[in-house]
């Protein structure tokens, strides 16, 4: 099994940033995607951001030119660097991780999330 843990959520006014980590663990052979996720409520979950093995990325319209993924693959840890952020930001942020783990098995893992709030 892979566990991912998310951190640095919190509450920011309008305008300002968060970096947001995600640390995965477990039985881990190899990462391909990891990609953060959000929902607000009331909404589906969408995708924020993505990186591929390859550390090539793409973003949501609406986070592009604010938002930056990368991935320290040393560590098996995906961050999310957020500026100039907007009230409707505000959601839960999930990790997202294409792994393989020590038993040969693919599949897509989740973090708990984390909940990141933008005052106006």
């Known amino acids: 099994q892979v566990q991912l843990v998310e951190s640095g959520g919190g509450l920011v006014q309008a305008g300002g940033s968060l970096r947001l980590s995600c640390a995965a663990s477990?039985?881990?052979?190899?990462?391909?995607?990891m990609g953060w996720y959000r929902q607000a409520p009331g909404k589906q979950r969408e995708l924020a951001a993505r990186?591929?093995?390859?550390?090539?990325?793409n973003y949501a319209d609406s986070v592009k030119g604010r938002f930056t993924i990368s991935r320290d693959n040393a560590k098996n840890t995906v961050y999310l660097q957020m500026n100039s952020l907007k009230p409707e930001d505000t959601a839960v942020y999930y990790c997202?991780?294409?792994?393989?783990?020590?038993?040969?098995?693919?599949?897509?893992?989740w973090g708990q999330g984390t909940q990141v709030t933008v005052s106006s």
């Open positions: 997202n991780a294409d792994a393989t783990t020590t038993g040969l098995v693919r599949s897509d893992y």
């Open positions: 477990g039985s881990i052979v190899s990462i391909n995607r």
């Open positions: 990186i591929t093995g390859g550390d090539k990325t």
